[in-house]
């Protein structure tokens, strides 16, 4: 069964660091998400990708977040200078069409932030 | 706002019944909706997706849908332990994003 790929697993960062969470999405798939889920809250949407672009995005995902999709598999999530807050599982998915027959998941990025 | 509601549970059912889990939403716009199952720690998994009226049945789980009561609901029959997991809907108002609610932990007592 096709997987999205996510690493680290687990990434503890200091307060104002830069952190890039990686993954892999599956082959085929055209559109590419960053979800989070703070410890005991709901998930809660950051971003969707297609094309090469953002083409969503929430009020949680400002200035201090950004997307890339560097190479040809890799799709990358980067915050800027991490805040405690920051702290949560950050979960990417994929999926083809529009997310019509829902998403994969891959298995997450703890971020912890000291 | 768009919302998804559902029962924090526990929900508990005895191994071998019928375990119900519901969700309210209150965008009607909304077109397409799923359940997904979280185990603790771990990323969602989906189980079923729903688009049109009715019932939709995969093996032991029945996604229901009633969109004039904005109500979604999962049935799960033959409840087995490896079940007990929280329980998420969520909903697709045709953009790409996901709408997820809270969750319900549902507990398989053997």
Redesign the interface.
Known sequence: EPEVTQTPSHQVTQMGQEVILRCVPISNHL?F?W?RQILG?????LV?F?NNEI??K?EIFDDQFSVERPDGSNFTLKIRSTKLEDSA?Y?CAS?DL???????????TRLTVV | QKEVEQNSGPLSVPEGAIASLNCTYSDRGS??F?WYRQYSG?????IM?I?SNGDKEDGRFTAQLNKASQYVSLLIRDSQPSDSATY?C?Q?T??????????TRLQVQP
Request: glycine share 14%; no cysteine.
């Open positions: 559109y998400y979800y809250q709901k998930v809660e949407f969707s297609y083409s969503e929430s599982m979960f999926s529009q997310g019509n027959y829902g998403y994969t998941f891959g298995s997450g | 077109q397409s799923f771990k990323s969602p998994e989906l997706s688009y998420l969520a697709n045709g953009r790409r994003a996901l709408t997820f609610g809270s969750g």
